[in-house]
């Protein structure tokens, strides 16, 4: 990111403005000024406003300013934790799910045919399409299984798994160990262990709850180099051994081979934790969005915005479907969560201006299915609208509107830095046989998707609280219209 001084005085030029004539207006002291643009002091906060006011920056170019500004008080490692996060999401907002254009409809030879004699295989050119045709077999069993240590890092396989699971023809269950790095202070965010989790959690969300990754923490990599072939992949008819690189593997085919590294995986299990938990039970959904609030703050991105302060015993009581066979014990796990929302000090919701639109046209949530919530008549949507933007106005509630791409439409997040984070698929998941929540409690992780969500509405990623208290209104005169 640019220093702050040097863009501050790039804008001071573009606006061909003298250096004391900016001091004179904004009232901040001339040689306080001058040191700061040499990159000698640090300006009081409060001074900004002054500069953006009589600069005539733009919204754009005040919220890179006040970026730059907090830059200065912050660790490297925590803005690029924040950047590698807002890419993860970035590219599942872009992630196509239409139907492949084409499909492998037969391998030209087997793995007998393609291996021979041979157990070493060197290159890439070499390697992938071992790995690949070994996928293929082991797909066409109906017990197929996938082991492996491979790190999430190897591009190659987490990009197969991540094809096979978006296309529909990957139904194998699939484990994974991964080794999260140990270096480093308590406090800080382990850029390593984040870009694993990145580089995995698409195929977590894809998978239909059929991919399983494990993790345990290394502080050596003094293994790597001793062992020609530090990581293994297993199935059902052989063992393939890959390098460091990626770029050398074994082939062992051998049934006691199999069954020795079978057994060495379940083993490694034992003394690993699961990164993540599945569910699809509504009810278990609704609890682990409690189970991922702070008691002193709630905070969630969604498409749409969540109205839970606004929610009392009767709306509960009214919207909720009395037909459902788990109707009692989802109306208490309701009555308890949205009384919490209802006093928590601190409330973050951040959201779309398409999914307010949705909200408009439909009194639906993506959250929650109209199978389980009754959709909200007109007047109920406009009412909500407007309590939110009050409350936004009031500074009781942080909402925003985010700009279109920053986070994918079908999904939702609730984080809290020490109770873990939450990923929720929505009704506008296009997968719905796939509908799931996926909890992490890692804490260098809730660190991460905490700290890159609590930024978000003081970036130039979102709108500020007016703007956002404006469109909201805005948008509830259009409700039943």
């Not at 999914?355 to 009194?363: A, L, Y």
Request: charged share 25%.
């Amino acid at each position: 990111m640019q220093l702050f001084s040097q863009y501050l005085r790039d804008l001071i030029q573009v606006r061909q403005m003298n250096i004391s004539a900016l001091a004179r207006l904004s009232g901040v002291e001339r040689t306080a000024l001058s040191k700061t643009l040499a990159g000698q002091r640090v300006l009081p906060y409060d001074a900004l406003d002054g500069l953006i006011y009589h600069l005539r920056l733009t919204p754009d170019e005040e919220g890179r300013l006040r970026d730059c500004y907090d830059a200065q008080f912050e660790k490297e490692g925590i803005r690029r934790s924040r950047a590698m996060v807002g890419r993860m999401f970035a590219d599942l907002a872009e992630l196509d799910f239409a139907p492949p254009a084409f499909e492998e409809s037969r391998l030209l030879l087997d793995l007998e045919g393609y291996a021979g004699r041979r157990s070493i295989f060197n290159g890439t050119t070499n390697v992938q399409p071992l790995l690949r045709m070994v996928l293929s077999q082991e797909l066409t069993r109906p017990d197929a299984r996938v082991e492996l240590t491979v790190p999430p890092t190897d591009a190659f396989l987490a990009g197969e798994l991540l094809r096979r699971y978006l296309d529909g023809r990957m139904g194998a269950e699939v484990r994974q160990i991964i080794a999260f790095d140990a270096s480093g202070a308590a406090e800080d965010i382990n850029l390593h262990n984040l870009g694993c989790f990145c580089s995995i959690f698409p195929i977590c969300l894809l998978s239909k709850r059929h991919y399983h990754p494990y993790y345990y923490y290394d502080d050596t990599l003094a293994v790597r180099y001793t062992d020609p072939y530090p990581y293994f992949l297993v199935t059902h008819g052989c063992v393939v051994c890959l390098s460091e690189s990626g770029g050398q593997a074994m082939l062992l085919r051998g049934e006691d081979q199999v069954e020795g590294y079978h057994r060495h995986f379940q083993t490694l299990l034992e003394r690993c934790h699961p990164l993540i938990q599945y569910t699809a039970d509504p009810v278990e959904i609704l609890e682990s969005y409690d189970g991922c609030t702070d008691d002193d703050g709630f905070y969630m991105v969604m498409d749409q915005p969540c109205f839970g302060r606004f929610y009392d015993e009767a709306t509960i009581g009214r919207y909720l479907r009395p037909e459902l066979p788990f109707h009692d014990r989802l109306e208490e796990v309701a009555r308890r969560r949205f009384g919490r929302l209802r006093s928590v000090e601190r409330f973050y919701t951040l959201f779309t201006r398409s999914g307010v639109e949705r909200f408009c046209r439909t009194g639906s949530l993506d959250d929650f299915p109209v199978a389980f919530v009754a959709p909200f008549p007109p007047e109920m949507r406009r009412q909500l609208l407007n309590a939110l933007a009050g409350h936004i106005r009031s500074g009781d509630i942080t909402g925003r509107i985010l700009s279109p791409g920053v986070f994918p439409d079908y999904l939702s997040m609730t984080t809290s830095q020490r109770a873990g984070v939450g990923f929720f698929t929505t009704e506008y998941f296009p997968l719905q046989d796939g509908f799931c929540s996926v909890q992490v409690k890692e804490p260098d992780l809730c660190r991460a998707f905490h700290g890159w969500l609590t930024h978000l509405p003081a970036s130039t990623q979102a709108l500020g609280a007016e703007e956002t208290a404006t469109e909201l209104e805005a948008l509830g005169r259009t409700c039943g219209v």
